[in-house]
């Protein structure tokens, strides 16, 4: 569990980093928007509503992918699929350091 939030905030905080930051948030339940649930990652859209990304380890894509669209249900089209490409920007890969197990 630590790893795995470790990961996620970490990541966060990178993308905080970035030109666009002030659109970054997760782990965040917004009033009770996602059912009561928390996404790993949201970013906010222009003209409303959140981009949503839950993160598991590799091999897990239907257990995130499951929650991630119980989160959109919940939200009742406040929420869609995050855009992978948003995060990665065209690069094959993102390294980043930190948190309890850096590198």
Same mark, same amino acid.
């Given at each position: 569990?630590?790893? +795995?939030?470790d990961a996620h905030f970490?990541?966060?905080?990178?993308?905080?980093?970035? $030109? #666009? *930051?002030d659109? %970054?948030?997760g782990?965040v339940?917004l +009033?009770g928007?996602?059912g /009561? *649930?928390?996404p790993?990652?949201?970013?906010?859209?222009? *003209? /409303? *509503?959140?981009e949503g %990304?839950?993160?598991?380890p590799?091999?897990?894509?239907?257990? !995130?992918? !499951?929650q991630l669209q119980?989160y959109i249900?919940? !939200? !009742?089209?406040?929420?869609v699929p /995050? #855009?992978?490409?948003?995060i990665?920007v065209?690069? $094959?890969?993102?390294k980043?350091?930190g +948190? %309890?197990?850096?590198?």
């Amino acid at each position: 569990m630590l790893i +795995g939030t470790d990961a996620h905030f970490v990541l966060l905080e990178y993308m905080k980093s970035q $030109p #666009d *930051g002030d659109r %970054w948030t997760g782990n965040v339940g917004l +009033g009770g928007l996602f059912g /009561g *649930g928390r996404p790993d990652l949201l970013y906010e859209r222009t *003209g /409303g *509503g959140y981009e949503g %990304w839950e993160i598991k380890p590799q091999g897990q894509d239907d257990a !995130a992918k !499951a929650q991630l669209q119980g989160y959109i249900d919940a !939200a !009742a089209g406040n929420l869609v699929p /995050g #855009d992978n490409q948003r995060i990665f920007v065209g690069l $094959p890969y993102l390294k980043i350091n930190g +948190g %309890w197990f850096s590198n």
